[in-house]
């Protein structure tokens, strides 16, 4: 098993100065990080991938940063599905160049779009031939892009790992992959274990947390379905702790992501509390 942990458990922002959590991550026993890049995120790529280099630390990449809002490729405007590949593209350049694994989320359309209504008959094919095209070119650069259901508070697009797994089939391309959200998931199933069964063949990690994004065990998600689920599928790859720190300016940076309540004031117990959790609950259902 592969620990990782978002840069969010520790920063709000990923500078040049962000590196130091390569050391940060070491001394946690963690094997990866994810960082968060946007249109307002500028570090310098050649200082990133020799501190990772330097620490043995992997790495994957998720747009957290400014998305413009037009970089859609689920969008009705095929102009925009256009702007949106390029947008995309643009931050598997960047993986490639600090030597990201994966490029990760739920680029399939736009976190915080949500469109209610019925949605248009192709809807899911023109996202998919952007998916596709996206595909080969991650491909091209060495880069696996990871796509992510996401609650209906985040999107109208993909919700349930059924859902996920139609759209990644019907993109046709083996360079997508799956990862699936303990806290984005409890809006939307009834089975964890299920779940993780359903899109065993692509499932290339989980985001580990619970219902609140509080550390995984103190909330309601159904852990024995997780950790039988994973057991049954003999998962062996990333897990990935993600939330938001409610220490950062006062909570100010918790409050502007949307969380509400202090459930990450600090990264670094967040990652040992979890892991610890995480090993006693697979290490029972390995027993069991």
Known sequence: MKYGAHCYLFIDEWTDESVQLFETAGELGLDFLEISVGDDISFSTELVRKKKEEAGIELTVGPGGEWPMECDLSSDDPKERSLGLEWHKKQVDLCHEIGAM????????????????????????????????????????????????????????????????????????????????????????????????TVKDYLWGMHMCENNRGVPGRGIVPWEQVFTGLTEIGFESYMLFESYNSSINDGTFAFGRGMFHNVCANGAEFVREGIDFIKEGMEAAAAN
């Open 102 to 197: 994966a490029y990760a989320g739920a680029i399939y359309g736009h976190a915080g779009m949500i469109k209610r209504r019925i949605p248009p008959a192709d809807e899911y094919k023109v996202t998919a031939e952007g998916l596709h095209a996206l595909g080969e070119y991650a491909a091209q650069k060495g880069v696996e892009v990871v796509l992510e259901p996401m609650s209906h508070f985040r999107t109208h697009l993909v919700n349930t790992p059924q859902q996920m797994l139609r759209l990644v089939k019907m993109s046709d391309h083996p360079n997508l992959k799956i990862s699936l959200d303990t806290y984005h998931l409890v809006t939307e199933i009834l089975d964890y274990r299920e779940a993780i069964l």
